[in-house]
């Protein structure tokens, strides 16, 4: 009777890895944060997950607070090697 209101299956709710544009993204890239002031980051695995860090202050946020609610991508911007 409330189908709606049943659980989306896994599949559905998984957030995928990739910048405002849907570049995919992997650990080592260098991005632009648009969250936190954090400025140019570098995405780094820790044993919690994937973290930004940045590579001014060596502030670390979580990947998942980086997620856009209404794109559910990340609010980051991947620096493309040629401009690094």
Do not use: H
Not at 1 to 14: E, I, Q, T, Y
Not at 29 to 46: A, E, F, L, P
Not at 48 to 56: A, D, I, K, N, P
């Amino acid at each position: 009777m409330f189908r709606f209101l049943k659980n989306r299956s896994d599949a559905s709710r998984r957030v995928k890895m990739a910048d405002m544009d849907g570049t995919p993204l992997k650990e080592g890239d260098i991005v632009i944060s648009y969250r936190y002031d954090m400025g140019r980051c570098k995405i780094v695995s820790t044993d919690q997950g994937f973290v930004y860090e940045s590579l001014e202050s060596g502030k670390q946020v979580n990947w998942a607070r980086m997620i856009d609610a209404r794109t559910e991508l990340q609010k980051v911007k991947k620096i493309s090697e040629k401009s690094s």
